[in-house]
C-alpha cells in the first residue's frame, strides 16, 4: 500500500508481484481497489499488479477537478509515469471500464491491451434523463441515506452477494455525498460524456488496441462488438452474472484473462514474424509535388484481398502515402473487398478503423466513408448502413458494385435508402454504364455521388450528362500506372472543371503520380484550383461546417 501525489492529488494504490509485465486494476462507481482483491492474488504470481483508488474513492483525495473519466484516466497515467511503468494491461469494471478506454485513446503508449469487465458505457439514447432522476433523489435534503441504498442495493440472493452488498454500504457510508453524485454526474450527464449512444461508439472506436469486453448486458455485447479494430479483440457475454462479475465469478474472469491474454502474445509473436519477411521489401516512394493545397477525395485503408498478393494500408502509411504526394488533406474510405475474408466483422473492422483515424486526425482526414456488402443480405448491409453513418458519424458510404454486390439495377436501393436519409456521400466505383448511376442520381438526389475513374477517353456527351444530373462529381483518378496530363486536360475540355475532384487512389495508385500529372496539366490557374481542392472543400464543408484547409 502506498500514496503517490499526482495531478495536485494525493493518491492511494496498491502493487504486488514482480512479474515482467504490468497489469492495472480499475474499479466502478463507489467501490475501490480492494474489491480487486480475488483478482489481485490470482495475478500477482505472473504480473506486477497495480490497483489505485479513485479520487474521492477508498483511500485517495477528492481534489477539486471533478470526477469525469477524463480527470481520473489522467490520473492514472501520471500514476504510470511516475510509477516508471512503459505499457500495461489496464483492466477495468464498469466505470473503470470508460477510464481503461480513454486512457487507451489518450495515452495509446501506456495501453498494451484493454480487459473490460460489464463497463459503464453505449447505454441506449436517453439514458441521461433517468441518471438525473436518481441524482434528484439522492441529493434532496437529508437524502444521504437515499444514496447509500441506491449504491448498495441487492444484487442477488446468495449468502455472497449479500455479503457484498454489506461491504458496498460500508463503503457508501464511508464517501463523502457529493463525491458520490457528482461522479455518477461527470460520468452520465457532462457536456463531453461518452457513456450513451451515439456518443459512445463515436469516441471508443478510436481504441487502437486489443480488448477482452465481458458484458452481463446482451445487448450491449452485441454493440461492443461492432467496434473492435482488431482481430484479436474478443466481446463476450455471460448470461449468468451480475454487473459485479469479477466478484460473481474470479475463477472465471481469471481463467478468461489469462487464455486470451496468452493468444494475444501467440498472435503478436506470429505478427513479428510476418512482418520480419517482409522488412526488406521495397516501398512506393514518390516525389513531393509543390503548386499549392490538395484534397485527395479517394484515399483507401485496410486491406484488399480480392487482389493476389493483397494490397492495404494502415491510416497512418496513408499519411505518408500523402505527404510523399504534396497533398493537404483527404477523404478516407475502406478498401475495397472489406467483407470477403471475415463477412460484417471484417466490414466493421474497416469502417471502424476509418472513423477512428477521423476523430484522430480531423485536419488531416476531415470527413471519412464506410462501406458495406449486400453478399452479407439486405438486412445486415443496411444495418451496417446505419451504425457507419449513424453510430459511428461517418459522411457516406464507398460502394464497389462490381466486387461487393451492389448491383445498379435495384438492388442496391434499400443501402442508397438510408445514405439518401442522410444525406451523405457516395464514392461510386466503376459501374456498367452511365445510365445506371444516373439512375441513382435522380432516385436518390440528397446523395451527392463521386464517380471513381472517370473515363478519361467516352464520348463528350456522356460524360456531360453525369456531370449535368446535379449531383454528381466525377474523380480524376487515373487508374493506370502512369497517369497522363494531356488525358486530364481532354477530360477538362469535355466536361469543364465545376465537377471534378483530384484523387490519388491509393495504395492502389501513386497519388505523387496523379499530383504529377494533375500540375503538368495545361489548366487556367482557376482551374487547377478548382480540381485540386475547391470543389471538394465545399463537398467537405457541407458534412463539416467550419472546418478550413490547414495552413
Known amino acids: 500500500m502506498a500514496w503517490m501525489t499526482v495531478n495536485g492529488v494525493r493518491v492511494f494504490y496498491t502493487s504486488s508481484g514482480d512479474g515482467p509485465r504490468t497489469v492495472v486494476l480499475l474499479h466502478g462507481w463507489c467501490d475501490e481497489s480492494t474489491g480487486w482483491a480475488g483478482i489481485v492474488s490470482g495475478l500477482r504470481t505472473e504480473y506486477r499488479v497495480i490497483a489505485p483508488d479513485f479520487r474521492g474513492h477508498g483511500g485517495t483525495e477528492p481534489g477539486t477537478d471533478g470526477f469525469s473519466p477524463f480527470v481520473l484516466a489522467d490520473d492514472v497515467a501520471a500514476l504510470l509515469d511516475a510509477l516508471g511503468v512503459p505499457d500495461a494491461v489496464v483492466v477495468g469494471h464498469s466505470l473503470g471500464g470508460v477510464v481503461a478506454s480513454v486512457l487507451a485513446v489518450r495515452r495509446p503508449d501506456l495501453v498494451s491491451a484493454l480487459v473490460l469487465l460489464d463497463p459503464a458505457y453505449g447505454r441506449e439514447h436517453g439514458h441521461g434523463e433517468k441518471v438525473r432522476e436518481w441524482i434528484g433523489d439522492i441529493t434532496a435534503p437529508g437524502s444521504h441515506q437515499r444514496a447509500i ?6 444484487a442477488g440472493d446468495s449468502a455472497d452477494q449479500r455479503a457484498r452488498q454489506v461491504e458496498r454500504r460500508m463503503r457508501a457510508e464511508a464517501m463523502d455525498g457529493d463525491v458520490i453524485w457528482r461522479t455518477l454526474a461527470d460520468l452520465h450527464l457532462a457536456p463531453d460524456q461518452i457513456s450513451t449512444r451515439p456518443e459512445s461508439s463515436r469516441y471508443l472506436v478510436r481504441r487502437d488496441v486489443p480488448l477482452l469486453a465481458v458484458h452481463a448486458d446482451k445487448g450491449r455485447a452485441a454493440w461492443e462488438g461492432t467496434l473492435v479494430r482488431h482481430t484479436s479483440s474478443r466481446v463476450e457475454y455471460w448470461p449468468d452474472v451480475t454487473h459485479w462479475l469479477h466478484l460473481d465469478a474470479p475463477g472465471r474472469v481469471l481463467a478468461v484473462v489469462r487464455d486470451w491474454l496468452a493468444d494475444l502474445d501467440e498472435a503478436r509473436r506470429d505478427a513479428r514474424e510476418a512482418q520480419a519477411t517482409t522488412a526488406g521489401a521495397p516501398r512506393r516512394a514518390g516525389a513531393v509535388a509543390g503548386g ?6 479517394h484515399v483507401h ?67 471519412g466513408l464506410a462501406t458495406t456488402d449486400l453478399r452479407l443480405g439486405v438486412a445486415a448491409a443496411v444495418a451496417e448502413a446505419e451504425r457507419a453513418l449513424g453510430e459511428l458519424g ?3 458510404l464507398c460502394l464497389f458494385p462490381r466486387m461487393s454486390g451492389h448491383r445498379l439495377d435495384g438492388a442496391i436501393d434499400p443501402v442508397l435508402a438510408v445514405l439518401d436519409a ?18 441513382c442520381a435522380e432516385d436518390f438526389p440528397r446523395i451527392t455521388f463521386i464517380l471513381a475513374h472517370a473515363p478519361m477517353s ?12 446535379g449531383n454528381v462529381y466525377l474523380d480524376t483518378s487515373q487508374n493506370v500506372p502512369a497517369p497522363s496530363a494531356e488525358r486530364l486536360t481532354a477530360l477538362v475540355d469535355r466536361v469543364g472543371s465545376e465537377r471534378l475532384l483530384f484523387a490519388g487512389d491509393s495504395p492502389y495508385y501513386s497519388a505523387a503520380a496523379q499530383r504529377e500529372a494533375l500540375d503538368a496539366a495545361a489548366l487556367p490557374e482557376d482551374v487547377h484550383e478548382r480540381i485540386a481542392w475547391r470543389n471538394a472543400l465545399s463537398i467537405i464543408q457541407t458534412h463539416r461546417p467550419g472546418w478550413e484547409l490547414p495552413s
Not at 458 to 469: G, K, S, T
Open 292 to 297: 499549392g493545397p490538395v484534397i485527395d477525395v
Open 394 to 396: 461517418l459522411a457516406g
Open 422 to 439: 442522410y444525406g451523405g456521400l457516395c464514392l461510386m466505383h466503376p459501374a456498367d454504364d452511365e445510365d445506371t448511376v444516373l439512375r
Open 149 to 154: 441504498d441506491f449504491v448498495s442495493r441487492p
Open 458 to 469: 467516352d464520348a463528350p456527351d456522356r460524360l456531360r450528362r453525369l456531370v449535368d444530373a
Open 301 to 367: 485503408v485496410g486491406t484488399t484481398v480480392t487482389r493476389s498478393p493483397t494490397v492495404g494500408q494502415s491510416p497512418e502509411e496513408a499519411s505518408i502515402a500523402l505527404d510523399q504526394a504534396g497533398v493537404t488533406a483527404g477523404i478516407l474510405s475502406p478498401a475495397g473487398g472489406a467483407g470477403l475474408d471475415r463477412g460484417v466483422a471484417s466490414v466493421q473492422l474497416h469502417n471502424n478503423t476509418v472513423a477512428a483515424a477521423v476523430a484522430g486526425s480531423p485536419e488531416r482526414y476531415p470527413v
